[in-house]
């Protein structure tokens, strides 16, 4: 079986359901009781999920943690959407979170598609078209709050 060093290419679906079959217990343990919880013992409880991913799984989990948003283009963003004014640190910051977690559930739900049409290899235009589609459906995707007047 060939792999990529390319964090972005899809791998084999039978590895990420055998590390998800072996991880499924520690991420339900590190999501209870996780306000108040020591920070020591969240760091322990992160350390022994990471020490279970594979190669590709710990290269594609660094590419996630690295990959942002830039500061600039959120804020002309969002100036463009409210047409308000420039907004401040502390939004920018949570407006790229919920961003970078959207994208996240777009490329899980795509990856869920190419593992149904039983397809490998990287995640293509398709595959996020019909994620998009499911998770409109789901009700995950904002509609829009005003009607456009002019199309």
Avoid: W
């Avoid at 060939?2 to 290419?9: A, I, L, T, Y």
């Avoid at 790229?96 to 290899?121: C, H, N, P, W, Y």
């Amino acid at each position: 079986m060939k792999h990529s060093k390319d964090p972005f290419e899809a791998a084999p679906v039978e590895e990420d359901e055998r590390a998800v079959k072996r991880c499924k217990t520690s991420v339900v343990e590190l999501t209870k009781n996780t306000t108040g919880a020591d920070p020591v013992k969240m760091a322990n409880k992160m350390q022994t999920i990471l020490s279970q991913f594979t190669e590709d799984q710990m290269s594609r989990y660094e590419s996630f943690r690295r990959s942002a948003f830039k500061k600039s283009d959120m804020e002309k963003l969002v100036q463009r959407i409210t047409g308000g004014p420039k907004i401040d640190d502390t939004m920018n910051i949570v407006v790229r979170g919920i961003t970078k977690m959207f994208v996240g559930d777009l490329v899980e739900t795509a990856r869920v598609v190419m593992r149904e049409r039983k397809e490998s290899g990287p995640v293509r235009p398709c595959h996020i078209r019909e994620s998009y589609r499911r998770l409109k459906l789901q009700g995950k995707v904002p509609q829009r709050s005003v009607q456009q007047l002019f199309r």
